[in-house]
Each structure stands twice: as structure tokens, then as C-alpha cells.
């Protein structure tokens, strides 16, 4: 009966130490997910944290995420969240560099000697020309971009939040959802990763990297690590052989743990193991742009000039005044997933890329860059990625309707900026759809082509 006793007892012990691991994790996950959420849509978006819970945490539907609690403070511009007592999170507002989550063991004060002396204030920039369409082409614009808002299946909403379409780098056409204006900043997601190569070309450009180098990355200098021999084009190219789970909704998936638990971002992704031969696979990784991003700091004297080059080198540069591109607690870029900026902001990225690298006549990207960008990744089964940029959309049957040139930042919730370069065209598209097939980006740029050809 003793020996009985003692197995139950270790049973439940066991049992409970398992709860206990597995509600901590849930809670650091799902606290994490609202800090973040809040945080930056209050601090950088300028919205309530109500209309965030509201609209973008209620979008997600889980059950987890509405247990959570959240408090905000406005004065400490901190967001605070835990999920019944578990994992408790904090995210830390900095000006110029959005929210970054900070672990219980960091406070965040620690955060300032990362800014110390460092001012992001953005540099004033004209606006982007706005033209008005007349005649057939306007009319059927406009209603091609109105058409992006109502929802026309409930099974699956769009929530299309902005519109903004440039011709020959004027706006020709933008509209807006109730609650977001030309000046609200909206995440991107995964689209940011086209701003983590869009930096790596500028530091080609500079000297400072070469894509056919061996990626800088002291953790995978040992002598025998295979890691060491991943270049920073097949990183570019998602074809590093590096093992990650990119499985959203899984709190026990690499990207999950990644971007809501980990400290470093980067950190956590150079800890993956080779499971083939680098440049044999294609793998979407948003490990693989944490990796990348982390790396841009080997080529700076120091953190602060590393945290400064994006808004000195790229955003400034050609007048992305809203553009955030967050840090992670540890001082490097969430490149695969955290930066806000306008919807004219994202639109300004894709005029980069459709005038091949140039901004007002002067070269910011190498020469070929942009090409090389959407030159298809060997080991892409269906050649639809480039370095860092989509070059088909899935699943749409739409890609065969687009000129042959054109390609795509995505992330997640359907946040595009497509470039056409041959019709001069660049097509961003912001919302939250979460479902699949619920946006087709290919079918609206197809629209939004045919709305300008027509009269040509």
C-alpha cells in the first residue's frame, strides 16, 4: 500500500510539475504576444489599447490571449501582462525604437545605456506627389481600391485597414478603414525582412559585407562547426540548412519562443542546428532574418551606431519618417516580424525597389541589387522567393496575371507592398486577415493594373 501511495503521489507530483511547465510556458507566450501588442499599438501606432484588444487580439480568437491581463503606464510608457500569474512580461516603449519585450530579470532601466547619447528623431522629408486620375482610369481605380474594404465572405474577414497605390511615384489612389489615417503606423510583420535585405544591400554598397562571404556570425566560428559555412546569400535566400519551426500558434515552436520568450531574437536563432547541407533546402526561417539582422552589427563600432544605421542609412534617406524598426531586449533587430511604419511609408520602400535602388537621382542600393533580389533562390521548388523578397503569392491563381517583374514584401495578416518596376506601379495593402486565402494580393494588384491601363 506504501509503494501504491508513493506512485500516486509521484504521479501527481509529476502531473502537476507538468501543469505547472506547460502553463508557465502558455503564459510567458501569451503575456508576451499582449505586451508586445499593446505596447506598440498604443506607443507607436498612437491607438487605444482598447481598439487593440479589440481588433487585433480579438481577431486571433484565443482563449489564451483573453485570459491574459494587461496593464499599462502611460507615464513609464510600459506595458505590463500575465496570464493568471503565469509569465508575467513587460514591453518598454523607447522613442525612435518602438516596444521591446524585457524579461523579469532585466529592468528596464538597463535598456537607456543601449541609447545613450543617440537621437532618432526623424529627418523632415517632402510628401509623395498625389495625382488625381480622371476619367475611365479613376473611376475604375477607385473602385478597385474601395472594393478592398467590405467583406464580402464573414467566414473568412479581410479587415483591410489601408490602401495606397503610387503610379510613376505619385499617389494615385489610397483609402483608409475607420481609425487609421495617412499618418497612423501599422506593422508590417514579415515585411520587414525586405527592410533586413534592403540593409544588407546598403552595406554591400558600403564595403562592409558581401553576400558571398561566410555569414558573420562568431557563435559559428569553431573550428568544425558546419554553421560556418553558410554564406549570407543563402541566408538571404532561405536556404541556410538551418533546423526552425516556423509554426505560428504552437508555444512550443521556434518562432513562438523566438519572438515572445527569448530575450535575443538573433540570439536564440544562431542556436540552431544544421539539418542540411546549406543552400540544398529551401525553408522559410524568420529565424534566418533574426540571424541576419543580429549579424549587422559586426560591421559598427558600436551598439548605438548599429541601432542608428537604419534611420541614417535607409528610412532618412528617402523619407520614411514613421518607419520603426524594433529591438529586441538584448539590442538587436526583430528583423523578421517588428517594424511600424505608414502606409505612404511602406509605399516609399517599394518606390526604392521600382527605381532600381535610386532615391531623387542618387544611388542608395548597389547597382543590380534590386535584381538580385528577385532573381529566384536556386533551391526554390517553385521559384517563388528572391533574397528577402516573395516573387510569387500563394495561394493564388492570380501570379500568372502580373508582369513577369513583379514582386512582393508579405507578412502576415495579408501586409503587402508589391513593385511592378515595368509599369511603374507599387501596390501596398495593410489589414489583418488572418485565414487563408481570405486576401488575394495577386487578384487586387491585377485589378489595380487593369484600373491603370485603362485609356492607354
Given at each position: 500500500m506504501r509503494t501504491r501511495s508513493k506512485i500516486a503521489l509521484l504521479a501527481a507530483a509529476t502531473v502537476a510539475v507538468g501543469m505547472a511547465f506547460v502553463g508557465g510556458?502558455?503564459?510567458?507566450?501569451?503575456?508576451?504576444?499582449?505586451?508586445?501588442?499593446?505596447?506598440?499599438?498604443?506607443?507607436?501606432?498612437?491607438?487605444?489599447?482598447?481598439?487593440?484588444?479589440?481588433?487585433?487580439?480579438?481577431?486571433?480568437?484565443?482563449?489564451?490571449?483573453?485570459?491574459?491581463?494587461?496593464?499599462?503606464?502611460?507615464?513609464?510608457?510600459?506595458?505590463?501582462?500575465?496570464?493568471?500569474?503565469?509569465?508575467?512580461?513587460?514591453?518598454?516603449?523607447?522613442?525612435?525604437?518602438?516596444?521591446?519585450?524585457?524579461?523579469?530579470?532585466?529592468?528596464?532601466?538597463?535598456?537607456?545605456?543601449?541609447?545613450?547619447?543617440?537621437?532618432?528623431?526623424?529627418?523632415?522629408?517632402?510628401?509623395?506627389?498625389?495625382?488625381?486620375?480622371?476619367?475611365?482610369?479613376?473611376?475604375?481605380?477607385?473602385?478597385?481600391?474601395?472594393?478592398?474594404?467590405?467583406?464580402?465572405?464573414?467566414?473568412?474577414?479581410?479587415?483591410?485597414?489601408?490602401?495606397?497605390?503610387?503610379?510613376?511615384?505619385?499617389?494615385?489612389?489610397?483609402?483608409?478603414?475607420?481609425?487609421?489615417?495617412?499618418?497612423?503606423?501599422?506593422?508590417?510583420?514579415?515585411?520587414?525582412?525586405?527592410?533586413?535585405?534592403?540593409?544588407?544591400?546598403?552595406?554591400?554598397?558600403?564595403?562592409?559585407?558581401?553576400?558571398?562571404?561566410?555569414?558573420?556570425?562568431?557563435?559559428?566560428?569553431?573550428?568544425?562547426?558546419?554553421?560556418?559555412?553558410?554564406?549570407?546569400?543563402?541566408?538571404?535566400?532561405?536556404?541556410?540548412?538551418?533546423?526552425?519551426?516556423?509554426?505560428?500558434?504552437?508555444?512550443?515552436?521556434?518562432?513562438?519562443?523566438?519572438?515572445?520568450?527569448?530575450?535575443?531574437?538573433g540570439g536564440y536563432a544562431v542556436g540552431s542546428t544544421l539539418e542540411v547541407r546549406p543552400g540544398a533546402k529551401w525553408q522559410y526561417s524568420s529565424g534566418t532574418s533574426n540571424v541576419i539582422a543580429r549579424a549587422l552589427a559586426t560591421a559598427f563600432a558600436s551598439p548605438a551606431d548599429y541601432l542608428a544605421f537604419p534611420r541614417r542609412a535607409l528610412f532618412d534617406r528617402i523619407g520614411m519618417t514613421s518607419a520603426v524598426l524594433e529591438p529586441d531586449a538584448a539590442g538587436s533587430f526583430v528583423g523578421s516580424s517588428f517594424m511600424y511604419a505608414t502606409a505612404r511609408d511602406w509605399a516609399r520602400l517599394g518606390l526604392l525597389y521600382a527605381q532600381d535602388g535610386l532615391w531623387d537621382g542618387k544611388r542608395v542600393l548597389p547597382e543590380g541589387w534590386v535584381e538580385y533580389s528577385r532573381t529566384p533562390a536556386p533551391a526554390a521548388p517553385a521559384a517563388q522567393y528572391g533574397a528577402h523578397w516573395w516573387l510569387k503569392l500563394e495561394p493564388s491563381a492570380a501570379n500568372g496575371r502580373l508582369p513577369a517583374d513583379a514582386f512582393h514584401a508579405a507578412g502576415h495578416g495579408g501586409q503587402f507592398v508589391t513593385v511592378v518596376p515595368s509599369r511603374k506601379v507599387v501596390v501596398v495593402r495593410l489589414g489583418l486577415a488572418l485565414d487563408r486565402g481570405a486576401w488575394d494580393q495577386p487578384a487586387f494588384v491585377a485589378q489595380v493594373l487593369d484600373a491603370l491601363a485603362a485609356g492607354d
Open positions: 510556458r502558455v503564459g510567458l507566450i501569451a503575456s508576451g504576444i499582449k505586451a508586445k501588442a499593446i505596447c506598440s499599438g498604443v506607443f507607436v501606432s498612437g491607438r487605444s489599447s482598447d481598439a487593440v484588444g479589440r481588433e487585433d487580439l480579438a481577431a486571433y480568437g484565443s482563449r489564451f490571449l483573453d485570459a491574459v491581463t494587461a496593464r499599462v503606464d502611460p507615464e513609464g510608457r510600459l506595458v505590463t501582462a500575465s496570464l493568471l500569474g503565469f509569465g508575467e512580461h513587460r514591453a518598454v516603449f523607447r522613442p525612435g525604437l518602438g516596444c521591446s519585450l524585457v524579461p523579469n530579470k532585466i529592468e528596464p532601466g538597463a535598456l537607456a545605456a543601449q541609447t545613450a547619447g543617440l537621437d532618432l528623431t526623424p529627418r523632415a522629408a517632402p510628401p509623395l506627389p498625389v495625382e488625381a486620375l480622371s476619367g475611365d482610369r479613376g473611376a475604375r481605380l477607385a473602385r478597385a481600391v474601395q472594393n478592398a474594404f467590405p467583406e464580402p465572405d464573414a467566414s473568412k474577414p479581410r479587415r483591410t485597414r489601408a490602401v495606397v497605390v503610387l503610379h510613376d511615384g505619385r499617389i494615385v489612389a489610397e483609402e483608409y478603414a475607420p481609425g487609421v489615417t495617412p499618418d497612423t503606423p501599422l506593422q508590417g510583420w514579415s515585411m520587414a525582412k525586405s527592410v533586413i535585405g534592403t540593409l544588407v544591400g546598403i552595406l554591400v554598397r558600403e564595403g562592409k559585407l558581401h553576400p558571398a562571404a561566410a555569414a558573420p556570425v562568431p557563435e559559428w566560428k569553431a573550428v568544425g562547426d558546419p554553421r560556418g559555412a553558410i554564406t549570407l546569400d543563402q541566408l538571404l535566400r532561405m536556404s541556410s540548412g538551418l533546423a526552425f519551426a516556423e509554426r505560428y500558434g504552437d508555444p512550443f515552436a521556434d518562432v513562438m519562443e523566438m519572438l515572445f520568450a527569448a530575450p535575443s531574437a
